[in-house]
């Protein structure tokens, strides 16, 4: 685990009444592991969940729950307990505790700890995934991202509902892993980074879509790698049972059409990266009600979709534009046409085939620019993320006012 030796920092790990509330012992105990002085506090529903008792014996620290406490506010009282903390990291935090941050509301100690702490606050969001689908979360997280909270997670996958979807706890050694890398380099600290990642689904019926085999990796690794170096980053991504990276802003989209409203809403952006294997094409109209089969043959009529990324490369102030390529033949010839036609700055082409490029965990990327190029080696994607992004920065360094 990156950071854990040396680690001495104060966290305060608040704790609401949701389901995932066990796993944040495990939290408790990871981060407690790893050097650091852990306090506890609960809000009323997480003690339903589980008892202020366990993360007291986890903790090593008496736990608390409630604000009018008049024996625990002669200790260390609520104030003190804010200024304590260096970090606030709220896990599980419900809807109900991300409505009332993003209310401004100081009901119960969790809230109130909020509210007077000039620590930065980080939310580990657990809850059903229509929950949080549900438009009033949906804007709860964009305030509270706003005011300059960072989100740590939901992952997708089972709930505890019996639901599969966005919704879930990051995992608690996830969570730890994000709350203790502080040894990350911070080359990206201050920069506004959107990534756009994974495929596009383009409807044919109701039930149907066109799709492609993009899995989301490469995207889903700059992010992690963007955000782990300092920046602000939003992923806006097609629909991917990917993991959102610690620290990371998602916006899940499922059409071209869709990922291009998503990205233009984005004013500040220094760095764009296109990662996203958006579909050419969209179902010129798409049925309304399913398409039932016949004998006689089909035929869709499909219309262009806007190019996204050359869109973004016609912006003014325009940011640093990387881009990638697919292609099955005359790699660079390809890559470089495209770079110039769609204006990127950086394009990194790959060539796929059976078993190469999409959905696979490694790939071979070649890297070319206006005045350089750089073959890099079959590597994880992750790698190859550190590796694109010590290229964008070589650049920047090179060519502090390179635009193509
Ligand atoms: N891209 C985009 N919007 C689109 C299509 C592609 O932003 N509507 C971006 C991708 O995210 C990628 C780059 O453009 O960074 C290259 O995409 P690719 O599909 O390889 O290029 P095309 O222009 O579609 O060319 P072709 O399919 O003919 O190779």
Known sequence: MSGSSANNQRILVGVSGGIAAYKAVVLVRRLIDAG????VVM????TRFVTPLTFQAVSGQPVRVTLLDAEAESGMDHIALARWAQRVVIAPATADIMARLAAGMADDLLTTLCLATEAPVQLA????????AHPATQANYARLVERGVTMLGPDAGFQACGETGAGRMMEPEAIAEALLAEDAPGDMAGLDVVVTASGTREPIDPVRFLANRSSGRMGFALAAEASRRGARVTLIAGPS?????????????????QMQVAVESIESMDLFIGAAAVADYRVARPAEQKLKKSGASLSLDLLPNPDIIAAVAQ???????????AE????AEHAAAKRQAKGMDLICANEVGAGRGFDTP???????????????????KERLATQILDT???IKQDFPHASR
């Open 36 to 39: 650091c002085e852990v306090r």
């Open 43 to 46: 809000t009323e529903a997480a």
């Open 125 to 132: 969001p657990a809850m059903n995934r229509q929950m949080w």
């Open 241 to 257: 049972s990917l993991a959102t990276p610690a620290g990371v802003r998602r916006v899940d989209v499922e059409t071209a059409a």
């Open 315 to 325: 912006r003014e102030p325009r940011p640093f534009v990387i881009g990638f390529a």
């Open 328 to 331: 099955t033949e005359r790699l």
């Open 362 to 380: 490694d790939n071979t990327l070649l890297l070319l620019w206006q005045d350089g190029e750089r073959a890099l080696p079959r590597a994880a």
């Open 392 to 394: 964008y920065l070589q």
